[in-house]
């Protein structure tokens, strides 16, 4: 959800900050703007629609310095005059995140003479800046004594033309880095937006500021006195330029769903040749406090609360430990019970979910000091703030659809459980090796259920004609049922929705008709034969049936007048790690749905990658 990028070098920084721009799209944006100190003096382009649009106006600016962005529309609509960056006097703002006390300010502003062009809280930032220059010249300092005015999540780059070889960038509750090069100091959202020029990275804490030219950086802390430098170190990212490009594949979305395999691989490395489950996998904190865990609660949003819903069904089979899951921009606004014996499990592919990280953050406030968080960014956010983590490895996921981060965290959770079973005594050594076989074999399995991409292609060009759709699963593949609907609506504007099979009758059948495709999850396992009885219920009605089932599930392919039934077979049974293979040809259905359809695969209308705001 926004994206920010900033440049000081003693090359070109134009080519960077698009490029940069370029990087973050898979946030979600509709609009984007750039910032130069062009000869001495700040010019600013701006443009809706894709960073391309933007690339046009800015192609042939030469400087040294500037900020870039782009914007997803929070206060004011999508509109140029909306769009980062915004200008006060001679100094330009961008920023994400939402400034909670805008309208207070705006006011205290205008009373001030300045005038507003936007309906946007970040003009606040650039005004309220720009005003206390009345206060200090120094753009750090008048920047320092306007951060402290903020009240909200946010992160700020500011270039000014009196101070033409600097940036100044802060961070409050909003991700923001630091990149440093051989030519100069960077700032961004990601890391993906700076593996360009260097892989050399600082994370920025909240509450940190950093003023910066090509050949200095000092970073402080808003509320410290006098600007006193404080020390932040560089650690060199794991990720490469290669590892974010699209490579043959026609979407990121397709390529992310092929890798897989490898992601699901690459996180269960550290037990690829272990006979026996170690506590230290979710830190080294765990081994002393996870055998007092005597319930679970799962905060997680979008996809990542289906991984917590299916891991509740594992946790309380395998370790008995009672296990709740909650959306986590709920949770913290309810009255709840805590307990200092209660694991809190959150989960967020980016690790800077701010509902989630709040939600944590929130529990932890509440007196419940066994915090595990679970992600795929081993510098975010939720990783520091938290006593256990695990780090999934899916690589960098860019596709708004979540994929790969999906089925990594599965097999996490799985091997959560599996912990806990051991910690209670109630997992054999048996079960233990058989269980770590499974997962070693997970990655071959998922390729083979690739394997499934044409026939699944098939399908969806009849069902891309569809308006609506109702997806069926039962036991601990309705959360996998809920992770097929969301897809589908998220990247073809279906209307889809997911239920249990067995509250068909209690209302979802009156929507049965011949014009209602009805997708079923099907497995071999013990609620096999209520799923067929559900089945019955919608083929008697003359709905069409999509059903992917196990090799071994005796559903028959049939058509009668009534309705038509259509039936995949996955390659493999794999028990309770069936759902990580059930979702897989769901997840082909939605992209290729979305191919018939035409629309925007990676960047789908209205989301953000992540939703780093409330």
């Known amino acids: 959800m926004c994206g920010i990028v900033a440049a ?85 703002v961008v920023h994400n995140g939402i400034i909670e006390n805008h309208a207070e300010l705006k006011a205290e502003l205008q009373a001030a003479g300045f005038a507003f062009s ?18 200090t010249q120094d753009i750090a300092e008048a920047a ?40 100069g100091f960077y700032a961004g959202s990601d890391t993906s937006a700076l593996l360009q020029v260097t892989r050399r990275i600082i994370h920025l804490e909240n509450g940190d500021m950093a003023d910066f030219s090509a050949r200095k950086l000092t970073i402080s802390r808003i509320d410290g006195e006098n600007g006193e430098p404080v020390d932040r170190p560089i650690s060199v990212s794991s990720l490469t ?35 026996t489950l170690q506590p230290g996998l979710f830190g080294d904190q765990a081994e002393r406090l996870l055998p007092g865990v005597e319930s679970v609660l799962i905060l997680a949003c979008g996809t990542s609360c289906h991984a917590g819903m299916t891991a509740k069904y594992w946790l309380e089979q395998l370790s008995g430990v009672p296990t709740q899951v909650e959306i986590a921009s709920e949770y913290r606004y309810r009255e709840s019970v805590p307990s200092s014996k209660q694991l809190i499990v959150a989960i967020s592919q980016s690790g800077e979910t701010a509902d989630t990280l709040a939600a944590l953050c929130h529990a932890r406030d509440l007196g419940q000091p066994m915090t595990l968080a679970l992600c795929n960014v081993p510098e975010s956010a939720l990783a520091r703030e938290a006593v256990l983590r695990f780090i999934t490895r899916a690589g960098p996921e860019i596709g708004v659809a979540s994929t790969k981060a999906f089925t990594a965290q599965l097999a996490a959770l ?33 390729q083979k259920v690739l394997g499934m991409e044409a026939d699944v292609a098939r399908w969806a060009r009849a069902f891309a004609k569809k308006d609506h759709a109702l997806f069926l699963g039962r036991g601990q593949h309705y959360p996998i049922a809920l992770e097929g609907a969301l897809k589908l609506k998220e990247i073809s504007y279906i209307h889809a929705e997911a239920y249990p099979a067995g509250e068909l009758k209690h209302g979802p059948l009156a929507l049965v008709d011949r014009n209602m495709p009805i997708i079923a999850v099907a ?59 059930h979702v897989i040809p769901l997840q082909l259905l939605a992209y290729h749905a979305a191919l018939e359809k035409g629309t925007d695969v990676d960047k789908p209308r209205n989301l953000a990658k992540s939703v780093t705001v409330e």
């Open 241 to 275: 330029a290669d590892a974010v490009e699209l490579g043959a594949y026609r979407h990121y979305m397709q390529k992310e769903i092929f890798e897989q395999p490898e992601a699901l691989a690459n996180t269960l490395e550290m037990v690829g040749g272990e006979s």
């Open 118 to 135: 936007s309906e946007t809280d970040t003009e606040c930032i650039a005004h309220l800046i720009q005003h206390a220059r009345k206060t």
């Open 523 to 581: 497995p071999n396992d013990r609620l096999l034969e209520k799923v067929k009885a559900n089945l019955e219920e919608v083929r008697a009605r003359g709905g069409e049936l999509y059903v992917f089932a196990d090799q071994d599930s005796h559903i028959e392919i049939g058509k009668e007048d009534r309705a038509e039934q259509h039936i995949l077979r996955l390659p493999e049974h794999y028990g309770l790690l069936s759902p990580v293979l």
């Open 8 to 92: 000081a070098a003693s090359g070109d920084v134009t080519p960077i900050l698009l490029e940069g721009l370029k990087k973050l799209e898979y946030r979600g944006y509709d609009s984007a703007g750039i910032a130069l100190i062009e000869s001495g003096k700040l010019t600013r382009y701006r443009a809706l629609g894709r960073v391309a649009a933007l690339t046009e106006k800015a192609r042939g600016h030469y400087a040294h310095c500037g900020i870039a962005h782009t914007r997803w529309a929070t206060h004011g609509a999508p509109a140029e005059h909306n769009a980062h960056p915004h200008i006060s006097g001679g100094l330009a």
């Open 414 to 446: 799985f091997l959560l459980a599996l912990l806990l079973a051991k910690m209670r005594g109630r997992l054999s050594p048996q079960a233990e090796l058989n269980y770590l076989d499974a997962l070693r074999h997970l990655p071959v399995a998922v």
């Open 144 to 183: 320092r004594l306007a951060f402290r005015r903020l009240r909200g999540a946010y992160a700020v780059a500011v270039v000014a033309e009196d101070s033409p070889d600097r940036i100044v960038v802060a961070r409050e509750g909003s991700p923001l880095l630091l990149g440093v090069g051989e030519d």
